[in-house]
């Protein structure tokens, strides 16, 4: 297996990369008992020294459905006949991920309510209090 490009200046080594095929599911005739075309790639997230603690733990957070108990990724492609179409397929949707997670989210800037966004809630809440007053029983004085 060859390492992964991710972007220009990212590369996953090979090292870290591992797959495996294994049976597919599913209807298939005779083919599906004797051609092991599904793909299982595995990606050691914890041990890759390619990517910085700051993009593994965006990319725990975007992957956690395909995490395993020991909090490396597997990602499954089957959707293919050929096995080796589905482990580009694989490959493609870890490239995608780790690029996703390669993004810094942009920071929440504090900001206060308008003047007239605070009146207009005042208001309704003086026509809310005001509708609520107005299904109080009437008193006999």
Request: positive net charge.
């Amino acid at each position: 297996m060859k390492a992964l490009f991710v972007t220009p200046e990212l590369t996953i080594p090979a090292s870290d990369l591992k797959w495996r095929a294994v049976r597919s599911s599913g209807p298939g005739g005779q083919n599906v008992n004797k051609v092991s075309t599904k793909v299982e790639l595995r990606f050691d997230l914890a041990e890759s020294e390619a990517l910085t603690e700051s993009v593994k733990a965006r990319l725990h957070r975007l992957a956690a459905s395909y995490l395993d108990a020991a909090g490396g990724i597997v990602i499954t492609s089957q959707a293919t006949r050929t096995q080796s179409q589905n482990l580009a397929q694989a490959l493609e949707l870890l490239a995608a991920l780790v690029t996703k997670a390669l993004i810094l989210p942009r920071k929440r800037k504090k900001t206060k309510p308008t003047s007239g966004s605070r009146l207009r809630r005042l208001a309704g809440k003086h026509i809310n209090s005001e509708k609520k007053q107005g299904r109080r029983r009437v008193s006999e004085d």
